[in-house]
């Protein structure tokens, strides 16, 4: 007869649980809608359900921009001084610098400088990217910046921003802030020449990157929702003591208000920007 333990006792399975990857699925930051990693390849991280606009990352969103994103050239940009003022919080500057390297690989700096095809229209494009240092507007950030704008004064090319960040370096101190007037300097050469100077903001477009470059293209252009502005909401409700519209510095409320010109979805983005592009270079 069968002992009353063995009756009651669970069965133990000797199979090991294999668990889904986090990369497997993600929760959309917006309307908590869980995607399919899948999925959001093939809608260039596009939420299907509320059609929130995740960050790309540089590869992604050149893949989605441009004719062929095998085919670009990449623009040299001189490396300036590394960790000039010797900085240091909880962890020294170039310390930091060296880690994102390494997990990023392929970059040096929050950005890519590159020569490509949009819709048929050769065109410099300098691409930020949030996901190293928070897209952090340092030397080397303006240094590109000034670099993209002398090379297509150069070669009479237009030029397209793509910016995503959350303003200037803390590290570089007043260097950073330096980038702003810089950067805004250099832009005016392509104004003289007649060359367009498109910028496409993207979430997050704060800080100083807000108060300089990032606004002064002929023509700005945004992704649904994005978040644009110089100071935080938060830190602006704190200092006006005022509660802020529904929507307050989201790429719909700029555009409603006469700050931007045109909100476009990533799907459109390659075929709308070169429609502009060619208006603006006299082209068919």
């Given at each position: ?171 570089e101190g007043i260097l950073s802030l330096m980038q702003m007037a810089r950067t805004t300097a250099a832009l005016q050469e392509l104004k003289e020449k007649a ?90």
């Amino acid at each position: 007869m069968m002992s009353w333990l063995k009756l009651v006792r669970p069965k133990i399975s000797t199979k090991q649980k294999h668990e889904v990857p986090d990369s497997v699925w993600q929760k959309c930051p917006s309307c908590g809608q869980m995607l399919f990693h899948r999925d959001l390849i093939e809608s260039h991280q596009v939420c299907d359900n509320c059609n929130h606009h995740l960050r790309l990352g540089i590869a992604e969103r050149f893949a989605v921009l441009f004719d062929n994103a095998d085919t670009l050239t990449n623009i040299a940009v001189k490396a300036p001084a590394e960790d000039p003022l010797k900085f240091k919080d909880s962890k020294k500057y170039i310390d930091r610098l060296k880690a994102t390297r390494k997990k990023k690989q392929d970059q040096e700096d929050a950005f890519k400088l590159v020569k490509g095809e949009i819709d048929g229209v050769e065109t410099v494009v300098m691409a930020m990217d949030f996901s190293f240092m928070g897209g952090s507007m340092g030397t080397y950030v303006g240094e590109a910046i000034v670099t993209g704008a002398e090379y297509a004064a150069e070669h009479n090319l237009p030029y397209l921003l793509i910016s995503q960040s959350g303003g200037a370096r803390m590290q570089e101190g007043i260097l950073s802030l330096m980038q702003m007037a810089r950067t805004t300097a250099a832009l005016q050469e392509l104004k003289e020449k007649a060359l367009p100077y498109i910028v496409l903001l993207t979430d997050p477009t704060t800080g100083g990157v807000t108060a300089s470059f990032a606004m002064l293209g002929d023509v700005l252009v945004s992704e649904p929702g994005a978040l644009i502005g110089f100071a935080g909401p938060r830190v602006i409700e704190q200092t006006i003591r005022e509660t802020l519209p529904e929507g307050f510095q989201t790429a719909e409320y700029l555009l409603e208000h006469g700050m931007l010109d045109l909100i476009l979805e990533r799907k459109n983005q390659r075929q709308e920007l070169g429609r502009i592009l060619k208006n603006l270079m006299n082209r068919s």
